[in-house]
């Protein structure tokens, strides 16, 4: 069965200070791995995604397929990272996301 | 580019009413699009794919005559939640991919919040 697990439910840590949401998944064939965000009062809105390779606002994310694992790592967060982020594999040949259950960053001045 | 508007933001009605949700791809075609309901507190859970010309396909679990999936244009998809209950109260959110470029990632509507009275 198709699985997402991000094992924390809530993160908080000062500015300035790393922060990292753990992300595994348990999924048949190759799946592409992304990581969506929600700020305050905002829509879900992709934050980067593993084919990319790039970093989005100082965010990056490793695909360790050995580990079937794509945490998500910001060296110095900023208060404006607090946000709700969520894990999403997607299978390659119809799209279909499936979402973790979410991790809510908050980062303290 | 790539903004999808759902549209009503939020509804309250009666129990027993049947109600329309529209999702919309304001700049680009989509042939396919998603349905999502989420809980309070709860993650994203994908209810259907809708697909334009034919029918959705919905996920284990999810009654297709409860909720009817039209999606009549390249960007235009409906959901109708019909004789809704409190039960069916939640948080309705649509996604949308860009048609003809691969690997494109989904672009998300602000969502409908349903209350049932």
């Known amino acids: 069965a198709q699985r997402v697990t991000q094992p924390e439910k809530l993160l908080s840590v000062f500015k300035g200070a790393p922060v990292e949401l753990k992300c595994n998944y348990s999924y048949s064939g190759s799946p592409e791995l992304f990581w969506y965000v929600q700020y305050s009062r905002q829509r879900l809105q992709l934050l980067l995604r593993h084919i990319s390779r790039e970093s989005i606002k100082g965010f990056t994310a490793d695909l360790n397929k050995g580990e079937t694992s794509f945490h998500l790592k910001k060296p110095f967060a900023q208060e404006e990272d607090s946000a709700m982020y969520y894990c999403a594999p997607s299978r390659s040949n119809d799209y279909k996301l499936s979402f973790g259950a979410g991790t809510t960053v908050t980062v303290r001045a | 580019g790539a903004v999808v508007s759902q549209h009503p933001s939020r509804v309250i009605c009666k129990s027993g009413t049947s109600v329309k949700i529209e999702c919309r791809s304001l700049d680009f075609q989509a042939t396919t699009m998603f349905w999502y309901r989420q809980f309070p507190k709860q993650s994203l859970m994908l209810m259907a794919t809708s697909n334009e010309g034919s029918k959705a396909t919905y996920e284990q679990g999810v009654e297709k005559d409860k909720f009817l999936i039209n999606h009549a244009s390249l960007t235009l998809s409906t959901l109708t939640v019909t004789s809704a209950h409190p039960e069916d109260s939640s948080f309705y959110i649509c996604?949308?991919?860009?048609?003809?470029?691969?690997?494109?990632?989904?672009?998300f509507g602000d969502g409908t919040r349903l209350s049932i009275l």
């Open positions: 996604s949308a991919r860009v048609d003809g470029m691969s690997n494109q990632p989904q672009h």
